[in-house]
């Protein structure tokens, strides 16, 4: 009994210890700009859970002892901590958070304004936000990221070409690309020609592929007539605008940064297919010839009446010993095998498809001191596809300057370089990743040599040679883009002195600019080839500068026949010119060329790089100007 009147008041006097160390703590909490109160501004004790909000009036109570750390924070506020006062009511006034409150955006020409003035929509995105790993195109950096914009690669093949949407298609005609905006400077973003309704040969890389990702300060998106009214109808379908890094960081040292990363792609799924029938067209038959696999079973090939090892057949001549177990495939036999194998399927999908790699690398030198900010860097990207013999390479300079004169004057330039080499792979009829998932699960589409011995020409497939066997496709043949780019601006701004105070200012901008490329396209299909079974060597040259512009031959050699068809073809301003002519040209024709290729282990071609088609080359072509025989 005496022990629990002795807890009960030890349990007295703890309760009226604390009753009078904690008591209430009442204030008030208003913006520091005008006064007024701050409704539902949260008031915690620092370190705790413990907390209430402010009343309509801005007024708070709260049990605290005195000397406790309050922490009072509201959005679009910047957080305050305050100390706990039991004396009087407290008044704690919360400053807003221009941060948030004044974020500004880049317009057009530069120009920067509060986000909250702008009369259209507009979004943004920072460098933290684009500078992904693994990612080398710009296109593939802001997919997911921005909406109401519409972001689609064609393939995840390196280089591949993007369509960009903003707010739904506008055209027609298919063109709903929108202007791209480097430093105010707009710059050319499609491809330079079409890809034929895409049924024949690669995909052509938009021309987004030779900005780097890791140049970019940010991209803010303007959507709407109001947000491009200033780039008149090239905006009609919204604006891209790109600020890239600059020196903005003050420092009296020079800021050195080196960035890379390194990621592996592999197929991200494969399609079931049925690994149970082997080639043919009905159950009773096996066809090694036919482009379906509805055939008898594999496991019951050893007896097929044709090829089969059991059966007395044109192959077995009544020996059922030998090659019992077995079947006959025509196709090994072409290849320079014995023909005769066991039943046994083949994951020619995963055998085909490797492992692809990206490696980026940025190298980056900036300051701002005093009047004079600068920003210089040199960047590398390499991609090996998953597909063999498809990768990209992009090289890559730019430059920045800013000075500031004076008070009223300032001037700077940007300059950017870029060298992007893509070996792609063809697609549609004249693609090869259909082969490879049309190979029937029985045949070793890897294992097979894919020529016959000692003609490197002759193609050997699981089915007609109308479509090329993938390997031999990737050894031979080739889909090349090589473009070399500069574009960049200078300017010069005048802010004369009106006295108008702090809040308005006027400022005069005069701007230059240069957007000009080469591109390089080369198709080349090796003797034998699918694609020109005589073989083919189709080289296109565009050049542009500023509006979009062609190189054309001002002359053709004299006496010089040359193929039927277009040998040009690219986008003048809003017209197309094309040369075509009729005959046949050999590469006697063309004995001036510069560059010398070797087809096959056994024949030289000779191309030349112009515009056009170098054509079918003939037997016995001497080379004797480049100090080569090449007779055949």
């Not at 020196?247 to 792609?265: H, Y």
């Not at 046949?584 to 060329?593: E, H, K, Q, V």
Request: aromatic share 8%; hydrophobic share 35%; glycine share 8%.
């Amino acid at each position: 009994m005496e022990k629990r009147l002795l807890m009960f008041l030890v349990g007295l006097f703890l309760s009226i210890g604390m009753a009078v160390a904690q008591t209430q703590v009442k204030g008030t909490v208003v913006s520091s700009e005008d006064g007024e109160p701050v409704v539902g501004a949260s008031v915690m004790i620092s370190g705790t859970k413990t907390g209430t909000i402010t009343d309509a009036e801005g007024k708070f109570s709260l049990n605290a002892t005195n000397g406790t750390k309050l922490v009072v924070s509201y959005l679009g506020m910047r957080v305050k901590t305050v100390t706990a006062s039991t004396s009087d009511d407290m008044k704690i006034k919360l400053d807003p958070d221009n941060k948030v409150l004044d974020e500004v955006v880049v317009t057009a020409m530069g120009i920067t304004r509060e986000k909250k003035a702008l009369g259209y929509a507009s979004q943004v995105l920072n460098a933290k936000d684009l500078n992904t790993a693994g990612t080398s195109s710009l296109a593939n950096a802001m997919q997911g990221k921005l909406t109401g914009v519409d972001i689609r690669t064609s393939s995840g093949a390196p280089g591949a070409s993007a369509q960009i949407v903003i707010r739904g298609a506008r055209s027609f005609d298919g063109n709903n690309t929108p202007l791209y905006v480097v430093d105010g400077m707009p710059i050319a973003s499609t491809p330079d020609w079409d890809t034929e309704k895409s049924v024949t040969g690669s995909d052509y890389a938009s021309r987004t592929i030779d900005l780097n990702p890791d140049d970019i300060e940010s991209i803010n998106v303007l959507k709407g007539q109001a947000a491009s009214a200033l780039y008149g109808i090239r905006a009609s379908n919204g604006v891209i605008l790109i600020t890239t890094k600059r020196g903005s960081k003050e420092s009296t040292k020079p800021v050195i940064t080196f960035t890379t990363d390194l990621s592996a792609q592999t197929l991200s799924r494969k399609f079931k297919r049925q690994d149970v029938y082997a080639q043919g067209t009905t159950l009773s038959k096996y066809n090694p010839n036919a482009s379906m696999s509805w055939g008898p079973k594999i496991a019951d090939l050893p007896n097929d009446a044709t090829y089969g090892g059991n059966k007395n057949n044109a192959y077995t001549n009544g020996d059922l010993t030998s090659h019992a177990g077995m079947y006959y495939n025509p196709k090994y036999a072409a290849a320079g095998l014995s023909g005769w194998t066991t039943p046994h399927t083949y994951d020619n999908v995963g055998d085909f498809f490797k492992t692809g790699f990206t490696q980026n690398a940025t190298f980056n030198i900036s300051q701002r001191k005093n009047d004079v900010s600068y920003s210089f860097s040199l960047s590398d990207s390499y991609q090996k596809g998953i597909i063999p013999s498809t990768g990209m390479t992009r090289t890559g300079a730019r430059g920045a300057v800013d000075w500031k004169v004076n008070e009223q004057w300032k001037t700077g330039f940007s300059a950017n370089y870029s060298s992007v080499k893509i070996t792609s792979a063809p697609g549609a009829n004249s693609g090869i990743v259909n082969v490879v998932y049309s190979a029937p699960s029985e045949y070793d589409l890897k294992g097979t040599p894919y020529h016959k011995p000692g003609d490197p020409t002759a193609q050997v497939l699981f089915r007609s040679t109308v479509f090329n066997n993938p390997y031999w496709w990737a050894a031979n043949d080739e889909y090349s883009q090589h473009t070399n780019r500069m574009f960049g601006n200078a300017y010069a701004e005048f802010t004369p002195k009106l006295n108008w105070g702090d809040r308005y200012h006027l400022v005069f901008r005069e701007q230059a600019g240069i957007d000009m490329y080469t591109t390089n396209n080369a198709t080349i299909a090796e003797i034998g080839s699918a694609y020109n079974t005589k073989g083919e060597v189709e080289i296109v040259v565009c050049r542009r500068i500023s509006s979009t512009t062609c190189l054309q031959p001002t002359s053709l050699p004299s006496g010089v026949p040359i193929e039927s068809g277009t040998l040009a073809s690219c986008s003048v301003t809003s017209s197309t010119t094309s040369i075509a002519a009729n005959g046949i040209m050999t590469a006697r024709d063309w004995l001036s060329t510069v560059s010398l290729r070797l087809a096959t282990r056994r024949r030289w071609m000779c191309t030349k790089s112009i515009i056009g088609k170098s054509a079918r080359w003939e037997p016995s072509v001497s080379c004797r100007s480049l100090g080569k025989t090449c007779s055949i």
